[in-house]
């Protein structure tokens, strides 16, 4: 593969079509129907469509956030919220979506926590409410 292919591909994988890749990497001053057809057939060879592949792939495994730093990043933004005083709804909001992503909010998850969460819960002043939360999420001072 020539270094222009190569250059060729990147400019692709990074989101450039076709023809515009073409056009700059060959520094091409044909007509926009030519550069078009230049540029198709230069992707569909089999090297080629190779490594746009492979750029392609490596490109949407470094774009598409895991789980894992999903939940790292509610769980960090939820801890913020609280430390910060905001609203309780944007809290709720936040431990609400990481419930949901941990699959804490099933049914059967649900039962498990309500057969041993104390059940005076729901009367537990504002304040009290917090000071939980506060405790469960490791935020005590």
Same mark, same amino acid.
């Given at each position: 593969? &020539?270094?222009?292919?190569?250059?060729?591909?990147?400019?692709?994988?990074?989101?450039?079509?076709?023809?515009?890749?073409?056009?700059?990497?060959?520094?091409?001053?044909?007509?926009? @129907?030519? =550069?078009?057809?230049?540029?198709?057939?230069?992707?569909?060879?089999?090297? =080629?469509?190779?490594?746009?592949?492979?750029?392609?792939?490596?490109?949407?495994?470094?774009? =598409?956030?895991?789980?894992?730093?999903?939940?790292?990043?509610? &769980?960090?933004?939820?801890?913020? !919220?609280?430390?910060?005083?905001?609203? =309780?709804?944007?809290?709720?909001?936040? !431990?609400?979506? !990481?419930?949901?992503?941990?699959?804490?909010?099933?049914?059967?998850?649900?039962?498990?926590?309500?057969?041993?969460?104390?059940?005076?819960?729901?009367? !537990? &002043?504002?304040?009290?409410?917090?000071? @939980?939360?506060?405790?469960?999420?490791?935020?005590?001072?």
């Amino acid at each position: 593969m &020539t270094d222009s292919q190569l250059q060729f591909c990147r400019k692709v994988a990074a989101g450039a079509s076709l023809s515009a890749a073409y056009r700059e990497v060959y520094q091409s001053q044909a007509k926009p @129907e030519t =550069i078009h057809k230049r540029a198709s057939e230069l992707a569909a060879k089999p090297e =080629i469509a190779a490594r746009l592949a492979e750029l392609r792939a490596a490109a949407d495994d470094e774009a =598409i956030m895991d789980c894992r730093e999903a939940r790292r990043m509610l &769980t960090s933004k939820a801890r913020e !919220l609280f430390a910060n005083g905001a609203p =309780i709804l944007q809290l709720v909001r936040a !431990l609400d979506a !990481l419930n949901r992503m941990s699959g804490w909010g099933t049914k059967a998850n649900q039962e498990a926590y309500a057969a041993s969460a104390p059940q005076d819960f729901r009367y !537990l &002043t504002d304040d009290e409410r917090a000071a @939980e939360v506060r405790r469960e999420m490791g935020l005590d001072d």
